[in-house]
């Protein structure tokens, strides 16, 4: 387990990072005047189409490869 950040996977932690920054951004939106007002439904879909990616294509297999004894 080396690839850790703050004791969760780079995973939970880039969709973590992803979210924040989405609210972020989409409160600077939602502060702006006019039809660019509605670009905060934009952010939130692509955030939540990141994050589906994320969790549904996983990088690595859920389970590990069977151990091999050396010989």
Known sequence: MANTVLGVGTGVF???LLWILALIFGIILLRASGPIKLGV????????IVTL???????TSATSPPFKEAQ
């Open 53 to 59: 990616a994320l969790v549904l294509f996983p990088r």
């Open 41 to 48: 439904i934009a952010v939130f879909l692509v955030a939540l």
């Open 14 to 16: 880039l969709i973590v």
